[in-house]
């Protein structure tokens, strides 16, 4: 089925550092999701983006919704260790009659203390 | 954290046999998910539904059926279970079609 492209795969980081990741598309879409998943456990959502252009933050989180409505980016400002784990992005858009929410693989997010 | 179960969390059952898998909402969410998550695929829909006895299929439902007969369950059934159905199951619940809320899992082994 179709995915999004997230980039980059992975990361290996210093504590402290910032981490920027995005996700891409042909497709434009009408929302944006944001999601953490640790190991073993469920996603879980942590910005939700509904206008092009739209910035928004969760702590040291923030994440913008891209003006051409194809691309949207997550950035993790001074990592600490509990930020590990894998991110993914999620666009929803209009699949006739239906909204359809296409994922992104992920990225995974290591943290160097 | 939304209210949302998962049963079971594990279950290992051998190829041929039927398995159902309960999600549990106490959010009285209209919207429901069952998800696959296999490494390489990402998240992958299997069934939603958009309302009570309104269900419908996503991109890998085959081998997969799914009932919601009131607002707080939804399950999903493997009929004949397949070594290709190994894979850890999420639910997801959502207000609107906009955000979902994922479960905690079931992790599925099939002998």
């Known amino acids: 089925g179709q995915q999004l492209n997230q980039s980059p795969q992975s990361m290996f980081i210093q504590e402290g550092e910032d981490v920027s990741m995005n996700c891409t598309s042909s497709?434009?879409?009408?929302?944006w999701l944001w999601y953490k998943q640790d190991p073993g456990e469920g996603p879980v959502l942590l910005i939700a983006?509904?206008?092009a252009g739209e910035l928004t933050s969760n702590g040291r989180l923030t994440a913008q919704f891209g003006i051409t409505r194809k691309d949207s980016f997550l950035n993790i400002s001074a990592s600490i260790p509990s930020d590990v784990g894998i991110y993914f992005c999620?666009?929803?858009?209009?699949?006739?009659?239906?909204?359809?929410?296409?994922w992104g693989l992920g990225t995974s997010l290591a943290v160097n203390p | 954290d939304a209210g949302i179960t998962q049963s079971p969390r594990h279950k290992v059952t051998e190829t041929g046999t039927p398995v159902t898998l309960r999600c549990h909402q106490t959010?009285?969410?209209?919207?429901m998910y069952w998800y696959r998550q296999d490494p390489g695929h990402g998240l992958r829909l299997i069934h939603y539904?958009?309302?009570?006895?309104?269900?419908d299929k996503g991109e890998v439902s085959d081998g997969y059926s799914v009932s919601r007969s009131k607002t707080e369950d939804f399950l999903l059934t493997l009929e004949s279970a397949t070594s290709s159905q190994t894979s850890v199951y999420f639910c997801?619940?959502?207000?609107?079609?906009?955000?979902?809320?994922f479960g905690p899992g079931t992790r599925l082994t099939v002998t």
């Open positions: 997801a619940i959502g207000r609107t079609s906009n955000e979902q809320y």
């Open positions: 959010e009285n969410h209209r919207y």
């Open positions: 539904s958009y309302g009570v006895k309104d269900t």
């Open positions: 497709s434009i879409f009408n929302t």
């Open positions: 983006l509904y206008k």
């Open positions: 999620a666009g929803l858009r209009m699949d006739g009659n239906n909204r359809k929410l296409i």
